[in-house]
């Protein structure tokens, strides 16, 4: 909440701004009179936890910060194979580093094996790939979850 009240705070006073821009590194120049990413990351959050299980939220969190992260990292030096403006070796960096992660995840115990967790992964490079108007640190987690709760929640009806 506090994060939240920064935001707020350095919007509405232009010094403060100016000083959080200089003096505090986590800053995109692009960010300098918008919304921070990890404003939009603590709404996907707050998202997913009110709509989805508590482990598919988690997974789905897990999965933007690691998927995007490696999507950047590789799509930087990927020029050539290019969908919507990324690059498609990010994309499937993405997908595989997110995929890892949760199943890696998933050797805690409070958190059991899944198959749709690949999908899930799969689904959250998608997204973050598709041009969209709404930030991607929302979209991601969102899309992330509601196809591994469609998946879990399809699973169930077949067998029952």
Partial sequence: ??????????????????????????????????????????????????????????LSLLFLVVGDPAAAVIGVRDRWLRLFGKSLAGTAAFATFAALAGLAATLHPALSFAWWIVPGAIAAALAELAPSPIDDNITVPVVAGATMTALAWATQAFVA
């Fill in 1 to 58: 909440m506090a994060a939240i009240g920064v935001e707020g705070l350095r919007t509405l006073v232009p010094p403060l701004n100016d000083l959080l821009m200089r003096y505090v590194p986590i800053f995109k120049d692009r960010e300098r009179w918008t919304v921070t990413g990890a404003t939009y990351m603590i709404l996907g959050a707050a998202v997913c936890f009110s709509l989805f299980s508590k482990e598919i939220a988690v």
